[in-house]
C-alpha cells in the first residue's frame, strides 16, 4: 500500500512557535500532497508537492518531500490558534487514487 | 474561488432506506471523487468518475452504492439500503487533471443510519 502515514498522530503547542508534522510512505509516488480538515468540516488541499520537487513554500506552510527517505514534512510557522485542526497527507501515484493517512491533530494553544 | 458544493449537510436516514448524496462539482473540472469518513477513522476512497462512468473505485464500494452524473453539474452518490455502518461523513471532490492535480473537497455531507 501507498499509504501514507503521518506522525505524530497529535501535537500540542502554543501560539506563536512553529509545528512540524511528518508523513512517511511505502511506495513510490507521483506526488504528495497535504489537506487541513477542521473538526467536523471538509477537507482542505494545502499544498501538492511532485516527486521531482524537494521543498515548496505556500504563506508559512513549507513542505519538504525526501523521495529517497519515502517521507514529507510539513511545517507551519509562527502558529497560530486558528491552524488547530486535523492534517493530512495523501500520496498519489498513475493508477491509484490518492490515499489518505490517519492525520495529524495539532492544538495550538492561545 | 470556486467550491465544490454537497447537499444536504446532514441526512438522517432509517437503516434499508436509500439515501442520494448530492454534489456539485467545480464547473470546468473533469474528475470527481467521492470519499468518506467514518468518525474519528480515516478518509476512505469511495470511486472516481471520470469521462461518464467510473475509472476506479475501492472494495466499500460496492453494489449498494452508485454514482451518476444525470446533467452537466451535478454528481451524485446513491446508497441502496442503508445500514448502521454506512454511518460517515462523505466528501465529494473534484479535480481538473485528477491525480496530478489537487482535489478541491466539499464540506461533506454527515449521513447518520438510524
Known amino acids: 500500500s501507498q499509504q501514507g502515514e503521518e506522525d505524530p498522530q497529535a501535537l500540542s503547542i502554543q501560539e506563536g512557535e512553529n509545528a512540524t508534522m511528518n508523513c512517511s510512505y511505502k511506495?513510490?509516488?507521483?506526488?504528495l500532497q497535504w489537506y487541513r480538515q477542521n473538526s467536523g468540516r471538509g477537507l482542505v488541499h494545502l499544498i501538492l508537492?511532485?516527486?521531482?520537487?524537494r521543498e515548496k513554500h505556500s504563506g508559512r506552510l513549507r513542505v519538504t518531500l525526501d523521495t529517497s527517505k519515502k517521507s514529507s514534512s510539513l511545517l507551519i510557522t509562527a502558529s497560530r490558534a486558528a491552524d488547530t485542526a486535523s492534517y493530512f497527507c495523501?500520496?498519489?501515484?498513475?493508477?491509484?487514487?490518492?490515499?489518505f493517512g490517519p492525520g495529524t491533530r495539532l492544538s495550538v494553544l492561545p | 474561488e470556486p467550491e465544490v458544493t454537497q447537499t444536504p449537510s446532514h441526512q438522517v436516514t432509517q437503516m434499508g432506506q436509500e439515501v442520494i448524496l448530492r454534489c456539485v462539482p467545480i464547473?470546468?473540472?473533469?474528475?470527481f471523487y467521492w470519499y468518506r469518513q467514518i468518525l474519528g477513522q480515516k478518509v476512505e476512497f469511495l470511486v472516481s468518475?471520470?469521462?461518464?462512468?467510473?475509472?476506479?473505485k475501492s472494495e466499500i464500494f460496492d453494489d449498494q452504492f452508485s454514482v451518476e452524473r444525470p446533467d452537466g453539474s451535478n454528481f451524485t452518490l446513491k446508497i441502496r439500503s442503508t445500514k448502521l455502518e454506512d454511518s460517515a461523513m462523505y466528501f465529494c471532490?473534484?479535480?481538473?487533471?485528477?491525480?496530478?492535480?489537487?482535489?478541491?473537497f466539499g464540506s461533506g455531507t454527515r449521513l447518520t443510519v438510524v
Open positions: 471532490a473534484s479535480s481538473l487533471a485528477g491525480r496530478r492535480d489537487g482535489y478541491t
Open positions: 511506495t513510490s509516488i507521483n506526488n
Open positions: 508537492i511532485r516527486s521531482n520537487e
Open positions: 495523501a500520496t498519489g501515484n498513475y493508477g491509484q487514487n490518492f490515499v
Open positions: 464547473s470546468n473540472h473533469l474528475y
Open positions: 468518475f471520470y469521462n461518464n462512468e467510473i475509472s476506479e
